[in-house]
């Protein structure tokens, strides 16, 4: 019964207090209090440092599962001497800086490198002892692809968000996860991104123009154009015809969709020039002589049979380690992904099948230039699938874009 009074009592006394505050007549006032207030902040204040930290968090993950993919070619093998990734040779020359013989073109790929070297010189000074049965040139390299790589998956998962929110209304933010995970179980990661080669850099910055074109900030792709030029020469056609085929596949909303500061077409083209002048200013610094690009790609045609190149492909079974499982779990869900993705995917596709046959590329380039194009999508329909199947085995709650 006492404690039932004090209550009452204090009830009162609380009222008594805040009655001249509440009183339309009375000016509002603020009351002296003992307590010192308490700052109340939105749970979605923070919300894009959120995002920020948990995407870094994500990336960090996704790094040190790569390092362990890549991690043979510290000791257990060396791709220098592994027959289809001669490239590497040049590649490792680039990071110590030696000169490398007959490296035509392949030297021109410097951004990869350029970023591996500072590991190479921390695993050459600073844990050579530690470690003293790792390669610290192949431990540069595969620092530098493995950040590519992370960064390609942690794209994947930012677009899985996107289909969330968009036309699909998925109510699952485990697509994107499964998707950035099906990428790195990919037969093409272990074996083809992470064991020197550049390509997982041009995969990178690639997927990076499809995201700046479906979230609509535009004003990137200049930047991602000239470090993509930098990374691999095929992403300057690779990378115009992705976003070409971009921009007439959404000419029907464009009234809608404004940049900034300027057009997108103007977006475009300043990023197809940055490209080219990036790739004239690298090669100038290196040999020592302009050469235009018109002269550069003339220098690298060494095929001419394009039908027998690309039935060659489809029968190089390269191509199907990648793909064996990709693709038939992708197909049944592509057409639920967005038109303004599939359209601008397919067509550079079709344009690496072309490059390949006009550089006469050797086996394997197509599998690797084809998952760097289509495969982040490709993964994401993936996920589509098994979270489908998941759901309808009862070991997770089916998703309503998943429904039929």
């Known amino acids: 019964m006492e404690l039932a ?12 207090s805040v009655a001249p505050v509440l009183s339309c007549n009375v000016k509002p006032s603020t009351l002296p209090s003992p307590i010192r207030p308490i700052r109340m902040t939105s749970p979605y204040a923070n919300t894009g440092k959120t995002a920020a930290f948990k995407l870094a968090l994500l990336g960090g993950v996704f790094f040190l599962i790569a390092c362990g993919l890549g991690y043979p070619i510290l000791n257990r093998f060396d791709p220098r001497q592994t027959p289809g990734l001669t490239d590497v040779k040049t590649y490792a020359a680039l990071v110590t800086g030696a000169p490398a013989p007959d490296a035509g073109h392949v030297r021109f790929r410097m951004l990869v490198p350029w970023l591996a070297r500072p590991f190479y010189l921390l695993a050459r000074e600073g844990f050579a002892k530690r470690f003293a049965s790792w390669d610290p040139v192949m431990f540069g390299l595969l620092v ?33 996860l499964v998707g950035a995970l099906l990428y790195l179980l990919n037969f093409a990661v272990p074996n083809l991104r992470l064991v020197g080669l550049v390509d997982a850099g041009e995969g990178f910055f690639l997927l990076a123009v499809l995201w700046s074109l479906s979230e609509g900030e535009l004003w990137v792709l200049p930047v991602i154009a000239v470090l993509g030029a930098l990374t691999k020469e095929s992403f300057i056609p690779l990378s115009i015809v992705l976003t070409s085929a971009w921009w007439f596949s959404t000419r029907a909303g464009r009234n809608q969709r404004r940049s900034s500061f300027l057009p997108e077409a103007a977006w475009i083209l300043l990023s197809w020039a940055l490209s080219l002048i990036a790739m004239i200013a690298l090669q100038w610094t290196i040999t020592g002589r302009f050469v235009s690009s018109l002269a550069f790609g003339l220098a690298l045609h060494g095929g001419g049979d394009y039908l027998g190149s690309f039935a060659a492909s489809l029968s190089d079974r390269n191509l199907w380690y990648v793909f064996v499982w990709l693709l038939p779990t992708a197909i049944p869900n592509l057409k639920r992904l967005p038109g303004t993705w599939l359209i601008p995917v397919g067509a550079t596709c079709g344009m690496a099948f072309v490059l390949n046959g006009y550089f006469g590329g050797a086996p394997g380039t197509i599998g690797r230039a084809l998952f760097s194009i289509a495969g982040p999508i490709l993964s994401l329909s993936s996920a589509l699938l098994l979270l489908r199947i998941a759901g309808e085995l009862g070991y997770a709650s089916t998703p309503a874009g998943f429904r039929s």
């Open 5 to 16: 009074t004090w209550i009452r009592s204090l009830n009162r006394q609380l009222y008594n």
């Open 144 to 176: 530098a692809d493995s950040l590519f790589v992370a960064g390609t998956a942690v794209i994947i998962v930012i677009l899985g968000v996107t289909l969330g929110s968009g036309q699909l209304q998925l109510q699952s933010p485990a697509v994107g």
